[in-house]
T-cell receptor, first 116, second 107 residues
Framework: NAGVTQTPKFQVLKTGQSMTLQCAQDMNHEYMSWYRQDPGMGLRLIHYSVGAGITDQGEVPNGYNVSRSTTEDFPLRLLSAAPSQTSVYFC???????????????FGPGTRLTVL | DAKTTQPNSMESNEEEPVHLPCNHSTISGTDYIHWYRQLPSQGPEYVIHGLTSNVNNRMASLAIAEDRKSSTLILHRATLRDAAVYYCICSNNDMRFGAGTRLTVKP
């Protein structure tokens, strides 16, 4: 198993540009989520999905869109990048909602995004 | 989800036990206590979780207070590889990470 994969590893954008961060998992996990981590800070939940076709907002959803058309993929879209979105983005997956205590979350290696 | 309070940083000597505390005084009856850690330049990884009883696994032990308002993650013999940020999360749904405790292990 490749686990949770994220592409690209690094990205530099100019203010106003759009892009999609890719996340894929090959563990047949229903639950997937996106976090951002600013320098020296903890992770903040952006969006999550409990299964294909179902998404919901986390703590900091503004400026980001998600969709979940397949179990494997959960892309994160930045419609109009802003310098405040400079951060490291982590994708995670688990069989069910990780807070339920049934199983654990697996995290990808992260995408480091800089918006100029 | 209950708010958690952890010390910003802790230090330990290699080969010695480490006790990482977490306060969660507003925990609800259905919230699990989860611990994750984040090694430098990596995504977080699962350490341990529990509900009411103490838990042990190959990585660590979790001691939960009887009133569940606090818990302690115990690393029995710290190694240099255990240097990381440790996050305590109380949740029964999605996971929300705080700032965590940065553990430094001295040789």
């Amino acid at each position: 198993n490749a686990g949770v994969t994220q592409t690209p590893k690094f990205q530099v954008l100019k203010t106003g540009q759009s892009m999609t961060l890719q996340c894929a998992q090959d563990m047949n996990h229903e639950y997937m989520s996106w976090y951002r981590q600013d320098p020296g800070m903890g992770l903040r939940l952006i969006h999550y999905s409990v299964g294909a076709g179902i998404t919901d907002q986390g703590e900091v959803p503004n400026g980001y869109n998600v969709s979940r058309s397949t179990t494997e993929d959960f892309p994160l879209r930045l419609l109009s990048a802003a310098p405040s979105q400079t951060s490291v983005y982590f994708c995670a997956s688990s069989y069910s909602s990780p807070g339920l205590g049934i199983d654990t979350q697996y995290f990808g290696p992260g995408t480091r995004l800089t918006v100029l | 989800d209950a708010k958690t309070t952890q010390p910003n940083s802790m230090e330990s000597n290699e080969e010695e036990p480490v006790h990482l505390p977490c306060n969660h005084s507003t925990i609800s009856g259905t919230d699990y206590i989860h611990w994750y850690r984040q090694l430098p330049s990596q995504g977080p990884e699962y350490v341990i979780h529990g509900l009411t009883s103490n838990v042990n696994n190959r990585m660590a032990s979790l001691a939960i207070a009887e009133d569940r308002k606090s818990s302690t993650l115990i690393l029995h013999r710290a190694t240099l590889r255990d240097a990381a940020v440790y996050y305590c999360i109380c949740s029964n749904n999605d996971m929300r990470f705080g700032a965590g405790t940065r553990l430094t292990v001295k040789p």
